[in-house]
């Protein structure tokens, strides 16, 4: 008798387990499976007065620091969305940063487009993102057959996860020397899970 409570019970428990995973595979796959935003930033905010403002290091704009060299927002050329974008040469290599809110052990979803300044020539500009000092995508960009009225944008997509940190900074910084580097326009940060958005051939990282 006792065996067959037991028997009953565990098969009651398997049932319970049974409907609360599928609950949670309907929740997680059904409609709507939509990323959350976090931020986006179209590097509009200050609006430049004239062609170019650039920013130097400890200098910040919008929600943005200079961390290293200077950087310039720009209306001089064409933009991937409105009408500013960020040059992450001003006149030396720069890089800029912002904190974002992070929850512990949650994949982040990050959307960019680059181009390259194509004032100077052909010109292949490089550079790096970082999560919390952790490289999560580098990046390259040929100016060659570009001009200002025709970037030739291309966007970029990677994945974080966030594993031990409440805030996470994000910073993106060129390694390209002079005066002349990439462009970075459009940027969208979104929590997701990996079932939502997975990270296919992007590149992906774990972030402490």
């Known amino acids: 008798m006792a065996s067959r409570r037991s028997r009953t019970h565990r098969t009651a428990i398997g049932v319970a387990l049974a409907v ?39 200098q910040q704009f919008g929600a943005w620091t200079v961390t290293t060299g200077s950087v310039g927002l720009t209306r001089d050329w064409q933009a991937a969305e409105g009408n500013q974008s960020l040059d992450l ?17 949650t994949t982040y979803r990050v959307s960019y487009a680059l181009a390259g300044n194509p004032d100077n020539g052909p ?17 390259s960009f040929d100016t060659a057959g570009h ?31 002079g005066a002349f580097g990439p462009v970075i326009d459009d940027v969208r940060v979104e929590s997701c899970l990996l079932v939502i958005c997975p990270a296919g051939t992007a590149t992906a990282a774990r972030v402490a």
Request: neutral net charge.
């Open 20 to 58: 609360a995973l599928s609950a949670l595979l309907a929740a997680l796959t059904g409609s709507p499976a939509a990323a959350a935003p976090v931020f986006s930033d179209g590097f509009e905010s200050p609006a430049v007065n004239g062609d170019f403002t650039e920013f130097v290091a400890g």
């Open 89 to 105: 040469n001003g006149f030396s290599s720069g890089a800029v940063a912002r904190t974002l809110p992070t929850k512990l052990l």
């Open 123 to 139: 010109l292949v500009a490089t550079g790096k993102v970082t999560a919390n000092g952790q490289t999560v995508d580098s990046f």
């Open 147 to 177: 001009t200002p009225s025709a970037m030739g944008y291309v966007y970029r997509t990677f994945y974080f996860t966030n594993v031990l940190s409440a805030t996470t900074v994000l910073r993106f910084a060129s390694t390209t020397v």
